[in-house]
């Protein structure tokens, strides 16, 4: 009779994919924790992290904070995975938790495009992204909520798009913008043609949530499930599983955003997620109330909303300055350039002009002036005397 023998224990970052998969975290955050989780044991020399406590995960977080220099976003998400893998995967009680810093994120206000720059954007995208740009500022979507949409997420007949499990899991509709509904048929018609060549080449369906490949064998197969926007290659699974057709990647509409904003000359530190701040301000703009604003963009508080209502207090809540209400100045103008000193002017080898001598702007130059004639008189003498000044003395006696 031949014992079975226990299988090996998991590795710890094994352990850590197998808890977040159970707990049915998205691949972006396992990709983030276990990133988290393996800079922290380098830093510590390879110490299992059961070896190690709070003293560890506060030196870890001071030296991410003072010596990288992350944002406050990359240090809170560094915490929780450090979190996770406590409470999670290691079972442990986490008496320290209280004592470690927590670094609260300063409100920052968005970035948010007028209507005219916006159309100088979505202009300048090429015609292969165009589309998708338009899909974005016409929607709100995030960018992977558009990436990730499926043939049977866009309703024509109601006018609707459903976004599927959209940040937080959750769903919500949104409106198909009349203008885009030629286009979209045009894009489902090529990404059908596509559909259909992988079927006749035999490639595996896309992916599909919640091991629905196995409830339903045949719907990864079908079109029903297909992106909307689909890669032009087939790529690897990223757990591993198999070399299928997935959508676009981000990336690629993201240097194409980045191009273009280069391409009209905006400088501003725009993003395709840039799209979606503009799309909820020029709503409130154009007079919708905010709770409507909230339901399109999927906030769960109207506070998340709130922050684009600062567009409605133009230039200091909207106060007139007191120097508008002034008459009859003149314009003002910008100072002339002063000229730099001495000791920043280029030498005679440099290969830059070299500064004329002579008078700056600012000074007049010298010009010769002829003697003037000095009068006297008795209750008024010369002080201090001078050559001119004792002649005429002499005369005038």
Not at 202 to 211: C, D, E, I, S
Not at 338 to 358: I, R
Not at 377 to 397: G, H, K, L, V, Y
Request: with cysteine.
């Amino acid at each position: 009779m031949t014992m079975r023998s226990d299988p090996p224990p998991l590795r710890l970052l094994d352990q850590l994919r197998q808890q977040i998969r159970a707990l049915h975290y998205s691949i972006r955050t396992e990709q983030a924790y276990v990133h988290w989780v393996r800079a922290f044991v380098r830093f510590h020399g390879l110490q299992h992290p059961s070896d190690l406590g709070g003293d560890a995960v506060q030196a870890f977080l001071t030296w991410l904070a003072a010596e990288q220099q992350v944002s406050v976003s990359t240090h809170k998400q560094a915490l929780s995975a450090l979190l996770f893998l406590y409470q999670k995967v290691l079972r442990q009680r986490v008496p320290w938790l209280d004592e470690v810093s927590r670094p609260q994120r300063a409100p920052r206000l968005p970035v948010v495009l007028s209507q005219d720059e916006v159309a100088q954007v979505l202009g300048a995208l090429p015609e292969a992204h165009r589309l998708f740009g338009q899909l974005l500022y016409g929607t709100g979507m995030r960018l992977l909520e558009g990436l990730r949409l499926r043939t049977k997420d866009i309703d024509f007949a109601r006018r609707a798009i459903i976004v599927r499990e959209g940040k937080g899991a959750k769903d919500r509709v949104v409106m198909l913008p009349a203008s885009l509904e030629a286009p979209l048929r045009a894009q489902l018609a090529a990404a059908h043609a596509l559909w259909s060549a992988d079927r006749a080449a035999g490639v595996p369906g896309v992916q599909l949530p919640h091991a629905l490949d196995r409830k339903y064998p045949r719907a990864a197969l079908s079109f029903a499930w297909f992106w909307v926007f689909p890669q032009a290659t087939l790529s690897a699974d990223p757990r591993g599983i198999c070399t299928r057709r997935h959508h676009q990647h981000e990336q690629v509409f993201q240097r194409a955003f980045k191009r273009a904003l280069r391409d009209v000359d905006l400088h501003q530190p725009a993003s395709p997620h840039t799209l979606r701040h503009s799309f909820a301000t020029h709503l409130l703009l154009s007079g919708y109330d905010i709770r409507t604003v909230q339901e399109l963009l999927g906030h769960s508080d109207v506070s998340t909303t709130m922050v684009y209502t600062h567009v409605l207090k133009l230039g200091g809540g909207a106060v007139r300055s007191p120097v508008d209400n002034l008459a009859g100045l003149p314009a003002a103008v910008a100072p002339p350039a002063m000229p730099p000193p001495p000791s920043a002017l280029p030498s005679p080898s440099s290969p830059f002009p070299v500064w004329p001598a002579g008078p700056g702007p600012h000074r007049r130059p010298p010009q010769a002036r002829e003697p003037q004639a000095v009068y006297a008189s008795p209750t008024r003498p010369c002080r201090p005397p001078t050559p001119n000044c004792t002649a005429a003395a002499a005369s005038a006696s």
